[in-house]
């Protein structure tokens, strides 16, 4: 009877998981540039409770960690001369923070008080020259597809989009930042193309994670019942053995 609690039980706490990571989605379907995440989940085949000779062993329900969906979201217009948005999927803005490399898909920039163009959380805007200092008495910036930022038709500096071949060298930090947490090289990505005054959205879908909510309940319910069966039978055996003795 334990094989069966124990296998429920492992399949609750990934259940459990599984809730906090849909629920982190619904709260940021409006926070930009956010990936839509879902839980991996595997099995692991451990020794039975009892008769652990016997063979084959019980199947455990496995966390095997957070897998991202790094899809286009959709663009959204802000107007916002420094709002920028990456047309392509899988190319990030190449940032400098916390001493390292960072990387983002929310293009809401501003300039801090020496004119370098920045991130909301304070994180530098690197170009392909490093910094990009802009100076607010030639006006408005205008950037082109390609990146590059001119100031009264004179170029002052381009934005490093670049992107990875293998997107699971990225590692989630907070302000909606990525970094680098393998040996994977940034190259440059040629192919997207930097839409000015726009952001681009998360691409989560609201209606299909709430739809996970209740199937995560529904099926947390469902384990806890057969959980709750299992220790009512193996109850009623210890006490029927316990009156033929």
């Known amino acids: 009877?334990?094989?069966?609690?124990?296998?429920?039980?492992?399949?609750q706490m990934t259940l459990r998981r599984?809730?906090?990571?849909?629920?982190?989605?619904?709260?940021?379907?409006?926070?930009n540039g956010f990936k839509v995440e879902q839980l991996l989940v595997g099995t692991e085949v451990g020794e039975r409770a009892r008769n652990a000779f016997v063979r084959p062993g019980v199947s455990f329900v496995l966390d095997n960690g957070v897998g991202r969906d790094?899809?286009?979201?959709?663009?959204?217009?802000?107007g916002r001369t420094l709002d920028f948005a990456i047309e392509g999927e899988g190319a990030f803005f190449k940032l400098q923070y916390g001493g390292g490399e960072a990387y983002t898909r929310d293009g809401?920039?501003?300039?801090?008080?020496?004119?370098r163009l920045?991130?909301?959380?304070?994180?530098?805007?690197?170009?392909?020259?490093?910094?990009?200092?802009l100076d607010t008495t030639l006006g408005q910036p205008a950037v082109a597809a390609d990146g590059t930022i001119s100031q009264n038709g004179q170029p002052v500096g381009r934005l490093s989009v670049v992107r990875f071949d293998a997107l699971a060298a990225l590692e989630k930090g907070g302000d909606g930042l990525y970094r680098n947490a393998s040996n994977a090289v940034a190259i440059e990505a040629t192919d997207a193309r930097v839409r000015q005054g726009m952001l681009e959205g998360s691409n989560v879908n609201p209606i299909l994670e709430i739809t996970n909510l209740i199937e995560i309940q529904r099926a947390y319910e469902s384990v806890?019942?057969?959980?709750?069966?299992?220790?009512?039978?193996s109850r009623r055996s210890?006490?029927?053995?316990?009156?033929v003795s």
């Not at 806890?224 to 039978?233: A, F, H, R």
């Open 1 to 11: 009877m334990e094989n069966a609690a124990y296998a429920g039980l492992s399949r």
């Open 18 to 31: 599984e809730l906090d990571v849909v629920a982190n989605n619904i709260a940021n379907a409006d926070t």
């Open 70 to 78: 790094f899809g286009q979201g959709a663009l959204e217009q802000t």
């Open 108 to 115: 809401a920039f501003t300039l801090d008080p020496e004119g």
């Open 118 to 133: 920045t991130t909301e959380g304070g994180a530098i805007v690197q170009g392909d020259a490093g910094e990009i200092i």
């Open 224 to 233: 806890s019942k057969m959980i709750e069966n299992t220790n009512d039978l």
């Open 238 to 243: 210890v006490e029927r053995l316990g009156r």
